[in-house]
């Protein structure tokens, strides 16, 4: 993705700060520090097939354990199983986004850009991965990981959820948080890599006074772990990438 490395450094959680909302209208400070802090869904849909945007790798296997914290910052990238990505832990991740959507339809796209999705898992682990070619640069791409282990059935009502939402949410929708009410004008689908048991991409788009902001979101499971990537673009209106090496690589540790 490409956004200002200072952002994910000094967000309290990136997820929150560094989008359009967390902030009146959806105004935060010019460098998407303005405060803000990163929720149930619909009822699911049937268990059915998931649908020909989703992209699934084929022949997965997982033992669908429900991870502890400790085993989830385990199976997390680290620096040097991507080539080229230098991978930490993120600060601050205690405080998650408080955005509420006026539209209940939306509240699973919300519960993401607040840091925290549902439906609320067992344990959860964060992790920035940062291009190092790109040091010191202002698009430098720098790539959220939130791991997150889910009791059974929990991983894949997430990700029904979210495809549910995206499609009813794709007009946009405005939410309301501590810091006011913030408004997103569009939410629809992309390209998903080949990963894990299921995999989901899509984009929102919000706006950082006046301006928009897009934010992308890819969504991999692999058996009750859900692995969500973000990335914005603070700097153009141009859609971020989240890197199908840095999707692959971590779906593959997934147990």
Known sequence: MRVRTTVVAASALVLCLAVAGCGPDGAGDKDGKGSGKAAT????ASASAAPPEDAA??????????????ELAKVALTTGEVPGYE???????????????????????AAIINGSP?????????????DTAEE???????????LTSHPKGGAEELLRSVRDAVRACAGGFRTTSEDGPSTYTGVKTLPAPG???ESFAYQVTGSLEGVRVPLVFHLVRTGSTVVTFY???FLTETA??????LVTAQAAKLP
């Open 41 to 44: 869904s619909q009822p699911p």
């Open 57 to 70: 790798s084929p022949t997965p296997t997982s033992d669908g354990r429900t991870l502890t914290e400790a």
């Open 87 to 109: 991978v930490a832990p993120l600060e601050g991740t205690d405080e998650r986004g408080t955005e509420k959507p006026e539209d209940e339809a939306c509240r699973p796209i």
């Open 118 to 130: 549902e439906p609320a898992p067992a344990a959860t682990v964060f992790r920035t991965a940062m």
């Open 136 to 146: 010191g640069k202002d698009d430098q791409t720098v790539v959220t990981e939130i």
């Open 195 to 197: 990963a894990g048991q």
């Open 231 to 233: 990335a914005a673009n």
């Open 240 to 245: 971020p990438e989240v890197p199908a090496a």
